[in-house]
């Protein structure tokens, strides 16, 4: 389906630590469609962190099936993965995650020249950031921002090209309400604006508020799937 | 190759505990300091040994009888001298030619004798830097029976201008030969034999006292380009006038210099091996620590989609920064030590508390306890590319150490 960006089937993850294993998914089914504002949400230990590394070619399912953009991850070598996750995904990881020494402007040109984007990087990673009215931020370095100012500076990055799914992993668990709220806004308005999709793992009931979807985990499986109108959306909430 | 933003986040990695990078920075310099410092004062150090072996005693090339070498036998001596000494001089490549007769004497001054060594030189043929003579004008005048002594020899016999000096010895028919000069002047000479022994005479008046007419024992050949020995070595054995006659290089004539000098450059580069070793270890030890600190980073670089060769690049260009920036400080350390020291000269005797110098006798070699380091463009090119390549090795465990790295387990560290 032209729609679905992922489907996961049937997908189960073991982590092995020593004698133990950890079955972190079992069995779980899950489709992310084209325009999701997807919260997913569940306990400590649930697998929300762990599906969404499988989601983001940061990991590979032990069984099962996770395709993205319609291609099996599990097929694809350790460099396409990478190549994968470089082209055509955003990540936005819960904090600290901008490389220190780089100011803000250079932190998202950098994302664009592992893209292989030309000398125009400069001029696009700029017009990112004045696109999320971050352009008075380019030259400052991260110990020079707030937490809720990296965290927009890491979008930022994270959209840079333009991915059609972005992958965000507890964003807020970090923010206080305001700017957690702030953050909330600027990546509805890259899926409204900027067609993406945003797929959130969470514990901040905010997060959960702003999602157009929310799928509940517990013990590795998906127990609920419900689309839901976010706060300040119209009614008419999009149902896949 | 490494792209602007890769040279950037190198260099101001290094930035990020700084105190750590100027340790690193510190031993890689004080490594390049003493690495030319040493190569300063070893290739002093060759330079000195190579002038005292080519210098007035041994000069570039001799000619002799053979076996005179081994016997120093009176009779053993080079036929019609100054007709062979003018030949040797039409060689393109010869700067002097010096005949030169060696006896060993009786002397005395009054009843008591002792021994000397008859030295027979041509003056005007000695009187240039390398000749035995030097380049300082005597006041005693040499000929007609008029002779110098060794300043330690006269030291030694309390001899002094104006006194007679007889002289008994045995002409190379084997009959006794003696007569009676006069000191005019004390000779300090570069050459021990001299110094400690040298009755220094005119070849002419040498010739009469041992019946050797025409005669020398050996000569003695300063060249004016040394890397041209070998051939004109050849040219000159080839002579018919020496046709018999032993024409050896100074490497032949003194081979324990010639051993002096390889050993000093094993001795180089055994310090290089050892200060890159240690400078090796400071660069390994400064990366993998920043390599540890930031796998968290690395994990967040991999997650986004950056490759482990561009992380190991980062990497390697912060570890080449890092190297050539301590060797560009210890270069210019060591450029400094070696302009103090170059015309000055150091002096080992003033490092021991002593303020005159001494004259230390290798081998029948006068050699002052003066160095003047020297310091060559090849050392520094050296040592410059010995850090990239300790660079570039230091990298190895640290790149290595990425290239494991699984991107979420590196960010959970």
Redesign the interface.
């Known amino acids: 389906m032209e729609n679905t960006l992922v489907e996961a089937t049937d997908v189960k993850k073991d982590f092995y630590t020593g004698k133990i294993t950890v079955n972190a998914l079992r069995g779980l089914d899950l489709n992310v469609h084209k325009g999701d504002f997807l919260s997913i949400v569940g306990p400590s230990g649930s697998g929300k962190t762990t599906l969404l590394n499988l989601i983001g070619a940061l990991d590979v399912a032990t069984s099962g099936e996770v395709k993205v953009f319609g291609k099996d991850l599990s097929s694809l070598s350790r460099r396409k993965r990478a190549d994968l996750r470089l082209k055509s995904l955003g990540f936005v990881f819960q904090a600290y995650n901008l490389v220190p020494v780089l100011t803000a402007l250079e932190n998202v040109e950098f994302v664009l020249e592992l893209q292989g984007v030309g000398k125009e990087r400069r001029e696009r990673a700029q017009a990112v950031l004045e696109d999320l009215s971050l352009g008075e931020l380019g030259d400052r370095r991260p110990n020079e921002l707030s937490g809720g100012q990296q965290q927009r500076v890491a979008v930022a990055r994270a959209v840079a090209s333009r991915p059609r799914l972005v992958l965000a992993d507890e964003p807020t668990a970090n923010l206080d309400s305001e700017n957690a709220k702030t953050l909330l806004e600027m990546m509805r308005y890259l899926r409204d604006e900027h067609d993406m999709t945003f797929v959130f793992s969470t514990h901040d009931p905010l997060v959960v508020s702003y999602a157009s979807r929310v799928v509940t985990l517990r013990d590795g499986r998906v127990v609920s799937d419900e689309q839901k109108n976010s706060i300040a959306e119209d009614d008419e909430a999009t149902v896949h | 190759m490494a ?1 602007s ?1 890769t040279l ?2 190198a260099w ?2 290094l ?2 505990n700084r105190r750590r990078t100027f340790l690193a920075l510190g031993a890689i310099a004080v490594g390049q300091l003493a690495f030319l410092a040493t190569a300063a004062l070893l290739h002093g150090y060759a330079e000195k040994y190579f002038d005292s072996a080519t210098g007035p005693l041994v000069g570039h090339i001799q000619v002799h009888a053979p076996e005179w070498r081994d016997d120093r036998s009176i009779d053993l001596t080079i036929q019609d001298i100054h007709h062979t000494a003018d030949e040797i001089r039409k060689d393109p490549n010869v700067a002097h030619v010096s005949p030169r007769i060696f006896a060993p004497v009786l002397a005395a001054l009054t009843e008591d004798g002792f021994m000397g060594m008859v030295v027979g030189i041509n003056p005007a043929l000695e009187s240039h830097k390398s000749g035995l003579l030097g380049d300082e004008t005597l006041s005693g005048k040499i000929g007609d029976r008029c002779i110098l002594v060794g300043r330690v020899f006269a030291q030694k016999y309390d001899m002094e201008p104006g006194m007679q000096l007889a002289v008994i010895g045995q002409d190379v028919d084997g009959s006794i030969a003696n007569d009676l000069f006069t000191i005019t002047d004390i000779l300090s000479s570069p050459v021990a034999v001299v110094n400690n022994l040298g009755i220094v005479m005119s070849l002419h008046d040498a010739q009469e006292l041992l019946l050797m007419s025409d005669q020398a024992h050996e000569i003695v050949i300063h060249v004016d380009d040394g890397d041209l020995l070998d051939e004109t070595v050849l040219r000159l054995s080839s002579s018919p006038l020496l046709a018999g006659m032993e024409v050896l290089p100074w490497q032949k004539i003194v081979p324990h210099i010639v051993s002096m000098i390889k050993f000093m450059d094993i001795y180089l580069f055994i310090i290089l091996f050892i200060v890159f070793l240690a400078a090796a270890a400071g660069i390994a030890n400064t990366m993998l620590m920043s390599t540890f600190e930031r796998t ?2 690395f994990g ?8 482990p060769g ?1 992380l190991s690049r980062m990497i390697a260009v912060e570890a080449v920064i890092l190297g050539l920036l301590g060797v560009a400080i210890g270069t210019v350390l060591g450029l400094g030590f070696f302009l103090l020291t170059s015309e000055t000269g150091i002096n080992y005797a003033a490092l021991g508390g002593d303020k005159s110098t001494y004259e230390m006798a290798y081998k029948g070699l006068q050699i002052s306890s003066f160095v003047f380091p020297k310091l060559y463009v090849r050392d520094v090119v050296f040592a410059v590319c010995a850090v990239l390549l300790t660079s570039f090795i230091s990298v190895i465990w640290p790149t290595l150490h990425i290239a494991r790295l ?3 387990e590196a ?1 959970r560290s």
């Open positions: 792209t933003s950037r986040i101001r990695n930035g990020r968290h980073e967040m670089l991999l997650s986004l989609g950056c490759g561009r699984a991107p979420m960010m």
